[in-house]
């Protein structure tokens, strides 16, 4: 018998938006210092909230987590925002970076992922892998188009307001070709 339990959807959404809510707040009341101190607290509590109730941990939160603490901490300590500005442009390079490399060696990295909740034919993974690469270097020149030349405020409230209405909408023009490419499992009655 498992120790895992299936997370509710709505909980799943506030331990991934909560952090970045509470950062713009923090921001927005007190400073993008504040802000960082607080968004680094925050997000390491959703992650144990989600390992306690899921009894795992998922690649990209673990991967957001060290980043954030990374480039928070350097924010911190010397006293400049840009490290934080800088966290998201790496991230979405990283994972851009990741998933063609894994087509690159063959490895799909997506339907490892997702698998559990899709099944597609392998070329349909490498096309929807491309699509998502390709999104997350798009958001990463975009995250250095607006914290170069938007004000701090500015930049994180499209961190907050603009990244995840994107990243909803992409997933939601990609629905289609996911439907498209669809494998229906067979069902097979046991018989006795």
Same mark, same amino acid.
């Given at each position: 018998?498992?120790?895992?339990?299936?997370?509710?959807?709505?909980?799943?959404?506030?331990?991934?938006?909560?952090?970045?809510?509470?950062?713009?707040?923090?921001?927005?009341?007190?400073?993008?210092?504040?802000?960082?101190?607080?968004?680094?607290?925050?997000?390491?509590?959703?992650?144990?909230?989600?390992?306690? /109730?899921?009894? #795992?941990?998922? !690649?990209?939160? =673990?991967?957001?987590?060290?980043?954030?603490?990374?480039? *928070? %901490? @350097?924010?911190?300590?010397?006293?400049?925002? /840009?490290?934080? #500005?800088?966290? !998201?442009?790496? =991230?979405?390079?990283?994972?851009?970076?990741?998933?063609? *490399? %894994? @087509?690159?060696?063959?490895?799909?990295?997506?339907?490892?992922?997702?698998?559990?909740?899709?099944?597609?034919?392998?070329?349909?993974?490498?096309?929807?892998?491309?699509?998502?690469?390709?999104?997350?270097?798009?958001?990463?020149?975009?995250?250095?188009?607006?914290?170069?030349?938007?004000?701090?405020?500015?930049?994180?409230?499209?961190?907050?307001?603009?990244?995840?209405?994107?990243?909803?909408?992409?997933?939601?023009?990609?629905?289609?070709?996911?439907?498209?490419?669809?494998?229906?499992?067979?069902?097979?009655?046991?018989?006795?």
């Amino acid at each position: 018998m498992s120790d895992k339990r299936p997370m509710n959807p709505f909980l799943r959404l506030a331990l991934d938006l909560g952090p970045l809510i509470i950062f713009f707040i923090a921001n927005t009341k007190f400073d993008i210092f504040t802000a960082t101190a607080t968004f680094m607290v925050v997000i390491t509590l959703a992650i144990i909230v989600g390992f306690a /109730i899921e009894r #795992k941990f998922s !690649p990209m939160p =673990l991967v957001t987590l060290a980043l954030v603490l990374v480039f *928070g %901490g @350097l924010t911190l300590w010397l006293e400049n925002e /840009i490290f934080i #500005k800088l966290k !998201p442009t790496i =991230l979405y390079l990283m994972f851009a970076g990741v998933l063609w *490399g %894994g @087509l690159f060696f063959g490895r799909i990295f997506l339907k490892y992922l997702l698998a559990q909740n899709v099944k597609m034919p392998d070329v349909a993974w490498r096309i929807l892998t491309r699509r998502w690469a390709l999104f997350f270097l798009a958001l990463a020149v975009v995250n250095e188009i607006v914290w170069r030349n938007f004000s701090t405020d500015t930049w994180v409230a499209f961190k907050v307001w603009g990244v995840f209405p994107l990243t909803l909408l992409f997933v939601l023009t990609q629905t289609p070709f996911i439907a498209r490419n669809q494998i229906e499992e067979e069902t097979t009655a046991a018989v006795e």
